[in-house]
C-alpha cells in the first residue's frame, strides 16, 4: 500500500502530464489552418468599443467578445486570438478531471481528463477564435458545482453553479438547455422542499441573472433566423452529432462535402465509422449503465446526452435557426464521462482494450486528417493569398464566390486589393447573370480578372457560373487550394451589354452572413 502523500503526488503528476499532452495536442498545427469567415467576422466584432461588442448582432451573447476586447488590449493581432482558445481549451482538461471525480471517482476523473486532451472534436474548437471552447470549458465548470451541489447541498456550492451557469448563458444561448435539465433532475430527485429549496433557490437566481439576455437574445434571433443556412433536425442531423462530438469533423465526408453530397451517400461513407465507433461507445456506456456502484452519476449523465438534443433541437427548428452541432458542443462533456465510466468498470479486459482501441484509433485518424488531409482543411486562403501576391497585382480585380468567403479573402489580401463579392446564383432570380454583370462592370475591357470559386453548394448549386463567364472571354482554372479553384479569366470587347452592377463591399463586422459551423 502507498502512502497517501505518494498516491497525492502520483495523481498530481498525472494530471500534469495529461495537461501537457492536452497543450501539445492543441498547439500543433494551429497556425495551418485559415482564419475562417467566422472567426474574422468574430474578431472583427470584438475589436470595436465595449457598447458596439455588448450589442452586435452575431447570433452570440457578448461574454466571448468582451474577453476577446481584453485579450486584444494585451495581445494585438488576430492570430493572437487562437492562442486563448487553446488556453481555454486546456483548461477545460483539470476542470473534466474534477467533474469526473465526482461523478464517479479519481480514476474516471483520470480517464475522462484523457479523453477530453485527445478528443478530435474539443481540439477543433479549441483551435477556432471562437465562443464554442469558452461555452464548453463553462459547461465543465457548471456541471461539476451541480454534481457537488447534489452532494453536498451548500450554499456554496448551488451559488457557484449558478455564477458558472449564467456565465455559460452569455456564452452561448443555448446553454440554457443544461440548467434546465439540471433543475428538471433536481426537482425529480428531491422530493422535499427542505431537500430542494437550496437548489430552488440557486435556480431563481439564475434565471434573474439571465434576464438581461432576453433583450439581446432578441437582438440576435432576428439575425440568425435570416441566415441561409436552415439546416434540418432529423434523426440523422441528431446521429452525425453524437458521432461528431467523439470523432471531430475529420472522419469521412468533410464539413464541405455533407453539403452537397445526398444523404444516402452521406449515410454511406460514414457508415464503417460509424459502426465502428458506435459499437464501442454504446458497449462502454452499456457498461457504465450496469455499474451498480454509480447508477445515480449515470443517470444524469444520460439524462444530459440525450435530453438538450432532442430539445434543442426541436426548438432550433420551431424558431427557425437550424440544427447545427456545436449548438449543442457541451453535449460532448457528459458523453466522455460516461465512456470514462465504462472503461473504468468494464469487467471484460478483452473487450474493454478492444473498446478503449478503436476510440483511441479514431481519435488518432481524425487529429491527423485535420493536421494533413486537405479536404478536412478549412478554405486555403493563406495558401490562395501567397499565390495571388506572387502572380498578380493589386490592380486586378478578385470575385468571389460563395459571397461570405469575400470576408477572408479581403483580409488575407489586405486593403489595397480589389475583392468583390459575387452575388450567389438565383439571389436575383436570373441564375448568373448578377454575378457576369458585376465582372463586366467592375473590370476594363480586354483586362484580366481572377475568380475565387469557393462553396458552389452555396453560391452556384448548378455550376454555371465558370461556363458562363468563359461566354465573355477566355477563362481557365489556374491553381487548386482546399476548398477554392483559382480561375484566371479575361473580359474582352465583344462581351455582351449588361446593366452595370457593382461588387459588395466585404464587412467582416455585423455583415449578416451567419455562422457557417457545422
Given at each position: 500500500m502507498?502512502h497517501?502523500?505518494?498516491?497525492?503526488?502520483?495523481?498530481?503528476?498525472?494530471?500534469?502530464?495529461?495537461v501537457?499532452?492536452?497543450?501539445l495536442?492543441?498547439?500543433?498545427?494551429?497556425?495551418?489552418?485559415?482564419?475562417?469567415?467566422?472567426?474574422?467576422?468574430?474578431i472583427?466584432?470584438?475589436?470595436?468599443s465595449?457598447?458596439?461588442v455588448?450589442?452586435?448582432?452575431d447570433?452570440?451573447?457578448?461574454?466571448?467578445?468582451l474577453?476577446?476586447?481584453?485579450?486584444l488590449?494585451?495581445?494585438?493581432?488576430?492570430?493572437?486570438v487562437?492562442w486563448?482558445?487553446?488556453i481555454?481549451?486546456v483548461?477545460?482538461?483539470p476542470?473534466?478531471?474534477r467533474?469526473?471525480?465526482?461523478?464517479?471517482?479519481?480514476?474516471?476523473g483520470?480517464?475522462a481528463?484523457?479523453?477530453?486532451?485527445?478528443?478530435?472534436?474539443?481540439?477543433?474548437?479549441?483551435q477556432?477564435?471562437?465562443?464554442?471552447v469558452?461555452?464548453v470549458l463553462?459547461?465543465?465548470?457548471?456541471l461539476?458545482?451541480?454534481f457537488?451541489?447534489?452532494?453536498?447541498?451548500?450554499?456554496?456550492?448551488w451559488?457557484?453553479?449558478?455564477?458558472t451557469?449564467?456565465?455559460?448563458?452569455?456564452?452561448?444561448?443555448?446553454f440554457?438547455?443544461?440548467p434546465?435539465v439540471?433543475?428538471?433532475?433536481?426537482?425529480?430527485?428531491?422530493?422535499?422542499?427542505?431537500?430542494?429549496?437550496?437548489?430552488?433557490?440557486?435556480?431563481?437566481?439564475l434565471?434573474a441573472a439571465c434576464?438581461?439576455?432576453i433583450?439581446?437574445?432578441?437582438e440576435?434571433?432576428?439575425y440568425?433566423?435570416s441566415?441561409?443556412?436552415?439546416?434540418p433536425f432529423?434523426?440523422?442531423?441528431?446521429g452525425?452529432a453524437?458521432?461528431?462530438m467523439?470523432?471531430?469533423?475529420?472522419i469521412g465526408?468533410?464539413?464541405?462535402?455533407l453539403?452537397?453530397?445526398?444523404?444516402?451517400?452521406?449515410?454511406?461513407?460514414?457508415?464503417?465509422?460509424?459502426?465502428?465507433?458506435?459499437g464501442?461507445?454504446?458497449?462502454?456506456?452499456?457498461?457504465?449503465?450496469?455499474?451498480?456502484?454509480?447508477?445515480?452519476a449515470?443517470?444524469?449523465?444520460?439524462v444530459?446526452?440525450?435530453?438538450?438534443i432532442g430539445?434543442?433541437?426541436?426548438?432550433a427548428a420551431?424558431v427557425?435557426?437550424?440544427?447545427?452541432v456545436?449548438?449543442?458542443a457541451?453535449?460532448?462533456?457528459?458523453?466522455?464521462?460516461l465512456?470514462s465510466?465504462?472503461?473504468?468498470?468494464?469487467?471484460?479486459r478483452?473487450?474493454?482494450?478492444?473498446a478503449?482501441?478503436?476510440l483511441?484509433?479514431?481519435?488518432?485518424?481524425?487529429?491527423?486528417?485535420?493536421v494533413?488531409?486537405?479536404?478536412?482543411?478549412?478554405?486555403?486562403?493563406?495558401?490562395?493569398?501567397d499565390y495571388?501576391?506572387s502572380?498578380s497585382?493589386?490592380?486586378?480585380?478578385?470575385?468571389?464566390?460563395?459571397?461570405y468567403?469575400?470576408?477572408?479573402?479581403?483580409?488575407?489580401?489586405?486593403?489595397?486589393?480589389?475583392?468583390?463579392a459575387?452575388?450567389?446564383?438565383?439571389e436575383?432570380?436570373t441564375?448568373?447573370?448578377?454575378a457576369?454583370?458585376?465582372?463586366?462592370?467592375?473590370?476594363?475591357p480586354d483586362?484580366?480578372f481572377?475568380?475565387?470559386?469557393?462553396?458552389?453548394?452555396h453560391?452556384?448549386?448548378?455550376?454555371?457560373l465558370p461556363?458562363?463567364?468563359?461566354?465573355?472571354?477566355?477563362?481557365?482554372?489556374?491553381h487548386?487550394?482546399a476548398g477554392i479553384?483559382?480561375y484566371?479569366?479575361t473580359v474582352?470587347?465583344s462581351?455582351?451589354a449588361?446593366?452595370p452592377?457593382t461588387?459588395?463591399d466585404?464587412n467582416?463586422?455585423?455583415?449578416?452572413?451567419g455562422?457557417s459551423?457545422?
Amino acid at each position: 500500500m502507498s502512502h497517501p502523500s505518494e498516491r497525492g503526488a502520483l495523481r498530481a503528476l498525472a494530471i500534469a502530464c495529461i495537461v501537457v499532452l492536452a497543450t501539445l495536442v492543441r498547439v500543433w498545427g494551429l497556425r495551418s489552418q485559415s482564419l475562417t469567415m467566422d472567426e474574422i467576422a468574430d474578431i472583427a466584432s470584438a475589436s470595436q468599443s465595449l457598447g458596439a461588442v455588448i450589442h452586435v448582432r452575431d447570433g452570440f451573447p457578448p461574454l466571448y467578445g468582451l474577453l476577446v476586447h481584453g485579450w486584444l488590449a494585451a495581445f494585438p493581432g488576430e492570430a493572437n486570438v487562437r492562442w486563448l482558445s487553446v488556453i481555454l481549451g486546456v483548461l477545460s482538461v483539470p476542470a473534466m478531471w474534477r467533474l469526473g471525480a465526482w461523478a464517479g471517482g479519481e480514476r474516471v476523473g483520470q480517464l475522462a481528463a484523457l479523453a477530453l486532451a485527445i478528443s478530435p472534436f474539443h481540439r477543433w474548437i479549441s483551435q477556432e477564435a471562437r465562443a464554442y471552447v469558452l461555452y464548453v470549458l463553462l459547461a465543465i465548470v457548471a456541471l461539476w458545482f451541480f454534481f457537488r451541489a447534489m452532494s453536498t447541498n451548500a450554499w456554496r456550492d448551488w451559488a457557484l453553479y449558478a455564477l458558472t451557469s449564467a456565465a455559460g448563458v452569455y456564452s452561448h444561448y443555448f446553454f440554457g438547455l443544461l440548467p434546465l435539465v439540471a433543475g428538471l433532475l433536481l426537482l425529480f430527485e428531491r422530493r422535499t422542499w427542505t431537500e430542494c429549496a437550496r437548489g430552488v433557490w440557486a435556480n431563481v437566481a439564475l434565471a434573474a441573472a439571465c434576464v438581461p439576455a432576453i433583450g439581446l437574445l432578441r437582438e440576435d434571433m432576428a439575425y440568425q433566423t435570416s441566415y441561409l443556412l436552415d439546416a434540418p433536425f432529423s434523426v440523422v442531423t441528431a446521429g452525425y452529432a453524437y458521432f461528431s462530438m467523439i470523432a471531430g469533423f475529420a472522419i469521412g465526408p468533410s464539413l464541405r462535402e455533407l453539403h452537397f453530397l445526398p444523404s444516402s451517400a452521406g449515410v454511406r461513407a460514414m457508415l464503417p465509422w460509424a459502426l465502428a465507433l458506435g459499437g464501442a461507445t454504446l458497449f462502454l456506456m452499456y457498461v457504465a449503465v450496469t455499474a451498480s456502484d454509480a447508477r445515480r452519476a449515470v443517470a444524469r449523465l444520460a439524462v444530459f446526452v440525450i435530453a438538450p438534443i432532442g430539445v434543442g433541437g426541436a426548438l432550433a427548428a420551431i424558431v427557425g435557426v437550424g440544427f447545427r452541432v456545436r449548438y449543442f458542443a457541451w453535449v460532448a462533456v457528459p458523453m466522455i464521462v460516461l465512456i470514462s465510466i465504462g472503461l473504468a468498470t468494464a469487467r471484460f479486459r478483452i473487450a474493454r482494450i478492444a473498446a478503449a482501441a478503436t476510440l483511441l484509433t479514431v481519435c488518432a485518424i481524425s487529429t491527423g486528417n485535420r493536421v494533413r488531409v486537405a479536404r478536412y482543411w478549412n478554405e486555403d486562403v493563406q495558401g490562395l493569398r501567397d499565390y495571388l501576391r506572387s502572380a498578380s497585382a493589386p490592380s486586378v480585380p478578385v470575385f468571389v464566390t460563395a459571397k461570405y468567403m469575400a470576408v477572408p479573402v479581403q483580409h488575407y489580401l489586405g486593403a489595397g486589393w480589389t475583392v468583390c463579392a459575387l452575388p450567389d446564383a438565383n439571389e436575383d432570380g436570373t441564375g448568373s447573370d448578377g454575378a457576369l454583370r458585376v465582372v463586366n462592370t467592375v473590370t476594363p475591357p480586354d483586362s484580366q480578372f481572377w475568380l475565387v470559386y469557393s462553396r458552389p453548394f452555396h453560391s452556384d448549386p448548378q455550376g454555371r457560373l465558370p461556363r458562363d463567364l468563359a461566354s465573355s472571354g477566355p477563362l481557365r482554372a489556374r491553381h487548386e487550394f482546399a476548398g477554392i479553384t483559382l480561375y484566371g479569366g479575361t473580359v474582352k470587347r465583344s462581351a455582351r451589354a449588361m446593366p452595370p452592377l457593382t461588387c459588395r463591399d466585404p464587412n467582416p463586422a455585423g455583415n449578416g452572413y451567419g455562422d457557417s459551423g457545422s
